[in-house]
Nanobody
């Protein structure tokens, strides 16, 4: 049974930074790509970033390119999302997910396991 536990969310002001962490357990973490998604109130869940099983490949939604960085530490079985220059429109519940593939995918259907989410609120 795979478990993903996010942490690091909170309330910040516009322009500030946060780093989200996602700790995984239950299967060989290093074999699978990981992703971050978010869901704002009244909106559908959307892709934010993903990283390949090696960490050598990443993908981002255009809205966060240049501001967010996804990384992973396979030895620590953890994936991170460094978020800089936060904007009020980044406010959402952020979810990490583990893919069934090794390459980073934008499609939530490629992900087998999901965390419970962590709230990020950015005030203006």
């Amino acid at each position: 049974q795979v478990q993903l536990v996010e942490s690091g969310g909170g309330l910040v002001q516009a322009g500030e930074s946060l780093t989200l962490s996602c700790a995984a357990s239950g299967r060989t973490f290093s074999n699978y790509a990981m992703g971050w998604f978010r869901q704002a109130p009244g909106k559908e869940r959307e892709f934010v970033a993903a990283i390949s099983w090696t960490g050598g490949g990443t993908r981002y939604v255009d809205l966060v390119k240049g501001r967010f960085t996804i990384s992973r530490a396979n030895a620590a079985i953890t994936v991170y999302l460094q978020m800089n220059s936060l904007k009020p429109e980044d406010t959402a519940v952020y979810y990490c997910a583990e893919s069934r593939y090794g390459y980073p995918d934008l499609d939530p259907g490629a992900y087998d396991y999901w965390g419970q989410g962590t709230q990020v609120t950015v005030s203006s």
